[in-house]
């Protein structure tokens, strides 16, 4: 472990001392934090300092954490601490059984930090906040770098576990990782659909040492009313043309309802792939919920007949913002003209919408679309 309790009663960790300092450190005495036994120091050419405990302890922190994990932790603390706030490490709640990393104690209010490198399951993360947020303690997650896959400058790997720690600040997505080893916060913000298993948005690096708390929720993005990313055209257009053979079975599933329906995926209406703003807290393709509401609820309606849709399932961010995907499809569709918007739940068809008959009829009409959709964003930029 990075960090024991002194003969003074704080806590102490190892990582920032020199050589010499080790050795003199040796003879002093340190107890485990959790269990209270005695510790040994152990450091080397090859051994990064840390205690230990004596053999056949029985504490569970004997099962011990990765390295990174518990400097990570650390340094969450002692960041917190430097800037004067109230702060405990591993306190535990009695009320919730929970054990925060971090628990911050400010105005009135707490915070616990999670710092997370190991995966777990998303239930456990739900299970959490829930608690948490019961309590009235925010929870804060900060990821370990182990879980930030990046695949170009602004992009990254998504997965329904990282959608389990997004945040809703400032009208844009954040998610939260911490470098250990270079001392680093990884901020992103403006997070928006890539594809299924990929996001973009922007990366703020921030050296913990010149960082603030505050500074965790004051990124500001420009608010694009009408994301577009660059890479969701050339999205539509393989959807379109390539065939994939394996796939998963919620698309199987959607695939036959259409072909018991008289139509094929390849030609489903333009219309029933937009890039909606929150689309990354949903696990469902695009294509998919956005065809089965327009099928379900709009193709079977007379111009000037009034309509609603269902609300999409989808994940609310830890900060409880619970994103309304199904409403912010209409306000699409109100900006491209095919219905009315009325209210938040109520639109009249204002279009009729059909199924393509042709491939080349589809990716005329895309083109038609996505020249509309850009000119729609340059005019809310």
């Known amino acids: 472990m990075y960090y024991a309790i002194n003969q003074n009663g704080e806590k102490q960790s190892l990582y920032h001392l020199k050589p010499d300092e080790l050795h003199r450190i040796k003879s002093e005495l340190f107890h485990c934090p959790n ?5 040994l120091v152990r450091s080397g050419p090859k051994v990064s300092p840390h205690f230990a405990h004596f053999p056949r302890s029985d504490c569970a922190l004997q ?3 990765s390295v990174l994990h518990e400097k990570g932790k650390w340094d969450l603390y002692q960041w917190i601490r430097s800037q004067g706030y109230k702060v405990e490490l591993e306190a535990y709640l009695k009320d919730i059984q929970q054990r925060p990393d971090v628990l911050l104690h400010m105005n009135g209010k707490r915070v616990a930090f999670e710092y997370q490198c190991a995966t777990i399951a998303t239930k456990e993360v739900e ?4 608690a948490y947020l019961r309590a009235g303690i925010f929870p804060l997650w900060v990821l370990g770098v182990n879980q930030l896959r990046k695949q170009n400058l602004h992009q990254i790997s998504m997965n329904n576990f990282l959608r389990s720690f997004l945040y809703f600040f400032h009208n844009h997505f954040h998610l939260y990782f911490y470098d250990p080893e270079c001392e680093e916060m990884i901020i992103l913000t403006d997070l928006q659909f890539v594809e299924t298993s990929s996001i973009a948005g922007d990366f703020h690096n921030q050296p913990l040492a010149s960082l603030t708390f505050p500074q965790l929720f004051s990124f500001r993005n420009p608010s694009n009313k009408y994301p577009l990313s660059h890479s969701w055209e050339r999205l539509l257009y393989n959807h379109r043309t390539k065939y994939r053979a394996n796939v998963g079975s919620e698309e199987r599933q959607f695939r036959q309802y259409l072909y018991l329906k008289g139509h094929h995926f390849s030609l489903i209406p333009s219309i029933c ?3 909606v703003r929150s689309q990354l807290s949903v696990e469902t393709k695009p294509y998919i919920w956005q065809t089965r509401l327009i099928m379900d609820h709009f193709l079977n309606k007379s111009i000037g007949q009034s309509g609603w849709f269902p609300r999409v399932v989808n994940h609310s961010t830890v900060n409880e913002y619970q994103a309304d995907v199904a409403q912010e499809y209409v306000d699409l569709l109100d900006a ?14 204002k279009k009729d919408v059909a199924f393509h008959q042709t491939m080349k009829n589809a990716l005329e009409e895309d083109k038609t679309m996505v020249k509309q959709l850009k000119n729609l964003q340059r005019i809310h930029i």
Do not use: S
Not at 35 to 39: G, I, K, P
Not at 127 to 130: F, G, I, P, S, T
Not at 340 to 345: A, T, Y
């Open 127 to 130: 299970k959490r906040n829930k």
């Open 35 to 39: 269990c209270h036994e005695q510790l």
């Open 63 to 65: 099962k011990g954490e």
């Open 336 to 349: 491209l003209g095919v219905l009315k918007k009325v209210n938040d739940h109520e639109w009249v068809k």
């Open 273 to 275: 792939y937009l890039p």
